[in-house]
């Protein structure tokens, strides 16, 4: 079974700090994925990867950045924390594109 | 592009109840369709998934749906539901080809009631 892990299930920081959500999948899948997940609005893409060192924006990618060095890989990272950022954070890979996605269990970050 | 509309946000059954979760998709080129249930403090898992060939797909835990593509539509399906089935479930639609990730509807809570 594709393991995908998410470093934290909960996490609780101050605005304007620097924050850093790792994703590790386990399956040597190439592409990579980050998601907000909010009340009402379903899942949102923050950014992909469809290989290493590589990246493109989603649908709402202001705010946040992220880094691939490795593969299996795929760090979110939160330039300067704000509280609209509060959400639960979800990482999915997948083998291929248009493939089923993999899902790790999420974070849920609270910034105050 | 490709979109997805879930046309019911909440959807509330008796236990053993037949339930309907609705799917519509939005595409110019030919796509792949899946069905996603989320439980409560969890990622999201597969239930089910269309690429291709017979239009009726059988998932996991009793769950079908049906690809309906003159009506762009795909329903999910079970015809008896249990406390268990209480979750969040979220139909998501990619292109064949081109450069596009999953594009995810906005959910339907199905609450199973005893």
């Known amino acids: 079974d594709v393991k995908v892990t998410q470093s934290s299930r909960y996490l609780v920081k101050r605005t304007g700090e620097k924050v850093f959500l790792e994703c590790v999948q386990d399956m040597d899948h190439e592409n990579m994925f980050w998601y907000r997940q909010d009340p009402g609005l379903g899942l949102r893409l923050i950014y992909f990867s469809y290989d290493v060192k590589m990246k493109e924006k989603g649908d709402i990618p202001e705010g946040y950045s992220v880094s691939r060095e490795k593969k299996e890989r795929f760090s979110l990272i939160l330039e300067s924390a704000s509280t609209n950022q509060t959400s639960m954070y979800l990482c999915a890979s997948s083998p291929d594109r248009g493939q089923p996605q993999h899902f790790g269990d999420g974070t849920r970050l609270s910034i105050l | 592009a490709q979109s997805v509309t879930q046309l019911d946000s909440q959807v509330p059954v008796f236990e053993e109840a037949p339930v309907e979760l609705r799917c519509n998709y939005s595409?110019?080129?030919?796509?792949?369709l899946f069905w996603y249930v989320q439980y409560p403090n969890q990622g999201l898992q597969l239930l089910l998934k269309?690429?291709?060939?017979?239009?009726l797909v059988k998932g996991i835990n009793g769950f079908e749906a049906e690809f309906n593509k003159s009506q762009t539509s795909f329903h999910l399906r079970k015809p008896s539901v249990h406390i268990s089935d209480t979750a969040e479930y979220f139909c998501a639609v990619s292109a064949l080809s081109g450069n596009t990730p999953l594009v995810f509807g906005k959910g339907t809570r199905l609450s199973v009631i005893a």
């Open positions: 595409s110019s080129v030919s796509v792949y």
């Open positions: 269309y690429l291709s060939g017979s239009t």
